[in-house]
Structures are given as structure tokens and as C-alpha cells.
């Protein structure tokens, strides 16, 4: 697939890498939608499969798409300007922000008015999250595709209820001792490795990126896409509770493709489908009403 790989920076500074995905000669998005952002999962890049081939769906479609890093990508990484570690493994969530903005800022520079943010896995936590305490009217359409339930609460009602609480003391305990920038390792939610900062970040009490509560602040058309063997706790009925929550989204639905994993990486050209039919749902009022409010 022919791409244009491109460099922008974040408002702070960071700089992000990325991929422009121009729409295929002669062809035009079906419905209001004119441009997508897509944003990868925890530790992954814009080249990882389901991101990249999203966006090139979307470009065969005729909707500008522009795949991106976020700060969160890879376990870790060095900034070269800075000098200072990021990645995955150290990343605090609401700095993602900016990331999404820089991405926004690309598409709108190139013209695009009207521009849906789509993320996989935590990609899709953090579109989720920038449509709630965002104001930013070009933002037209938000498709989380497999998010995940960031719920100290939830978590520890659990079945993993003990490793989960295990993990946390352990980063408690770490940032208590002037370690919050050390690794540590964990099994839950995920295999990883984090900082205890981060790990406090994502999975702490304060539940600052718990989508089911920014859902009711999201006030534009929401698609959340999931597969049914997404069955872990940090998975299972996010959707549902999602749009069960989305009561001031002018159009809110979600689909479980049967049969698909986690990011829909076994069902990419199906996950693809499902997005491109939904935008094309989608009616210029109701964008337009929604970019309004």
C-alpha cells in the first residue's frame, strides 16, 4: 500500500510519526464524514495490521485517513529531542491528548472539516476520552473498535480481583518509595510492562479513563465495534455499556462481529465493512446538529 509517511509534533513538543493514507482517485466517501484519524493499541505503532489496514479501507473508500503514533507507542522508546523515555510502559493517558489533536490539526490543514477518530484497543479509550473533554468541533464521529474497561472498581469485583489488587500495591508501594518511574511487570490486565506511574495512571482508584463515564459527555455519533471472544475482564460487554451510557450521542450503536478477537485482527476486512457501512449511515444533519451543540 502506497502511503505518505509523514512527522508532526505535539503541542509539547513530541514528535509523532505517521502514515497519510489519500483518498484512491475518483472516489467519495459515502455520508458527512470526510477524514479519519486512527489511533493504535497499547504498545503497537500506525503500521501495526488492524490500524493500518483500517485506514487503507477507509482510503478505497474515499475518506482521507492518517494512521498515527501516539506517545504510547512501543513498550518504550527515547525522545530524541528530550531525551526522556516514553512509550507505552511510562505513558499517562491525558497527555494522549495532544497526540490526537496534532493528528486532528494534520487532517484539518489538509482541508478535511468533518473528521471521525477511530482507535483500537486503548487507542480507542483515548478517542473516546478526547470526545469527552475536548471541545473541539471538527471531531464529527467517534469509533472506539474493542476498547477497554479502565475501572479500578470493576476490576476488583472480579474474578482477578487479588492479582489485580497485588499489582497495585506493588505500584503503591514503588511510588511511595521514589520509584514511580521504575518497571515493574504484570499479568493483569494485560502482559506487560509498566512504570508505576503509569500503572496508576490507567488502573488507579481515581478511574480517569473509564469509559462508561465519559461516555454521556460524548455528544457526536458513536459506533463501538467489539468481537465475541473479547471475554476478558478488561473487555467483556464494554460495548453494551458503552451505548447503554452514550444518552447524549445523536446516533449511538455498537456490533460484536461473531467470531472476532481482541482488535479484530482475525476479521480485519469484516471489522473494515462494518466501519465503512456505519459512516455511510451516518446523515449530514446529524453530524452537522451534533458539530453544532
Given amino acids: 500500500m502506497l502511503v505518505d509517511l509523514i512527522r508532526i509534533k505535539a503541542p509539547d513538543g513530541v514528535e509523532l510519526d505517521g502514515a497519510y493514507f489519500e483518498p484512491a482517485p475518483g472516489s467519495e466517501p459515502a455520508g458527512p464524514i470526510d477524514a479519519v484519524l486512527c489511533i493504535h493499541g497499547s504498545g503497537r505503532a500506525f503500521y501495526t495490521a488492524a490500524t493500518a489496514n483500517m485506514a487503507n479501507d477507509l ?3 474515499g475518506y482521507g485517513a492518517l494512521a498515527l503514533n501516539t506517545r504510547g507507542h512501543d513498550t518504550v522508546w527515547v525522545d530524541r529531542q528530550s531525551g526522556v523515555a516514553e ?3 511510562y505513558e499517562i493517558l491525558d497527555t ?10 494534520y487532517l ?14 486503548m487507542g480507542a479509550v483515548k478517542v473516546a476520552y478526547y470526545a469527552s473533554v475536548e471541545d ?27 492479582e489485580f489488587r497485588s499489582n497495585l500495591e506493588t505500584a503503591d508501594r514503588m511510588e511511595a518509595e521514589g520509584r514511580a518511574l521504575d518497571l515493574f511487570y504484570v499479568d493483569f490486565p494485560i502482559k506487560e510492562v509498566f512504570s508505576a506511574a ?17 461516555s454521556p459527555q460524548i455528544r457526536v455519533p458513536l459506533f463501538v465495534l467489539s468481537g465475541s471472544l473479547e471475554t476478558h475482564t478488561r473487555l467483556l460487554d ?13 446516533s449511538a450503536e455498537y456490533l460484536v462481529l461473531e467470531g472476532g478477537n481482541h482488535s479484530l485482527t482475525n476479521m480485519m476486512p469484516e471489522a473494515g465493512t462494518a466501519v465503512l457501512n ?11 446538529a451534533a458539530a453544532a451543540d
Fill in 136 to 162: 473541539d468541533p471538527r471531531v464529527a464521529a467517534v469509533i472506539p473498535v474493542s476498547p477497554v474497561r479502565l475501572s479500578c472498581s470493576y476490576y476488583m469485583e472480579s474474578e482477578d480481583a487479588e
Fill in 108 to 121: 484539518s490543514s489538509l482541508g478535511y472539516q468533518r473528521i471521525g477518530i477511530l482507535g483500537h484497543s
Fill in 198 to 214: 503509569a500503572y496508576l495512571d490507567k488502573h488507579g482508584p481515581s478511574e480517569r479513563y473509564n469509559v462508561i463515564q465519559h
Fill in 238 to 250: 464494554v460495548p453494551q455499556d458503552m451505548i447503554t451510557a452514550a444518552v447524549n450521542s445523536p
Fill in 278 to 288: 456505519w459512516l455511510a449511515s451516518l446523515s449530514t444533519a446529524g453530524v452537522s
Fill in 87 to 89: 512509550g507505552n510502559a
Fill in 59 to 61: 482510503r478505497n473508500q
Fill in 96 to 105: 494522549g491528548r495532544q497526540d490526537l489533536r496534532a493528528g486532528i490539526d
